[in-house]
Structure formats: C-alpha cells, structure tokens
Nanobody, 124 residues
C-alpha cells in the first residue's frame, strides 16, 4: 500500500507558476512509477507527466511540454510538479498517482494508488 498526499494547488493568474508536491508513505515509493494526472468536470482524467518505473526517464503530455517539470526527492519520498507559464486550460484537479512496473505511464487505468487531488485554477 502507498498513501499519497498532494499539496500546492491554488489560484494563479495566466502566465504564473505553481509547484505541486506529493508526499508518499507506506511502501517505498521508489518501487513505483510516479505520475501526475489531471481532471476537469465532465472530462476523463488525463496524463500530465510521469517518471518511468525506474525513475530514470520523464514523460510529458504535449500540452505541457516545455512548461511543466516533474522531479523527485527520494530521501523525502516526494514528487513535485513545477508548472510555469500557466494557461486557463490548465485549470483542473491534479492528482499524484503510483503505478506498478510494466504499466503504461499515459493511461490513468495503469495507476494503482491515487492521492486526493489538489485544485489548480488559472484565471485569464
């Protein structure tokens, strides 16, 4: 079991920045591929950014590439999502999630454990 707790969401103007944090507890989170996904009302949850299961590679959705950066601090069992140049279309609930090895990083169904989510609102 892995417990995930996100923080760092809020209200920001377009062009601004936020950094989300996800603290993991329970089983060592280095055993899992960590990712960030997001969801807006009426839409399916979508992939944003993720580490490979080994943690050596990172992946991004095209819509956030060049603006968002995923990083991790294994000593703190924490994964971050630095979000720069935010746009109104980035408004969503952002979830931290963990998946077992061999599963696709881009598919929400691949993730076994989820945090409660943190709201990000970008005003125009």
């Amino acid at each position: 079991q892995v417990q995930l707790v996100e923080s760092g969401g809020g209200l920001v103007q377009a062009g601004g920045s936020l950094r989300l944090s996800c603290v993991a507890s329970g089983r060592t989170f280095s055993r899992y591929g960590m990712g960030w996904l997001r969801q807006t009302p009426g839409k399916e949850r979508e992939f944003v950014a993720a580490f490979s299961w080994s943690g050596s590679s990172t992946y991004y959705a095209d819509s956030v590439k060049g603006r968002f950066t995923i990083s991790r601090d294994d000593a703190k069992n924490t994964v971050y999502l630095q979000m720069n140049t935010l746009k109104p279309e980035d408004t969503a609930v952002y979830y931290c999630a963990a998946r077992s090895s061999g599963r696709s990083y881009a598919q929400p169904g691949s993730y076994d454990y989820w945090g409660q989510g943190t709201q990000v609102t970008v005003s125009s």
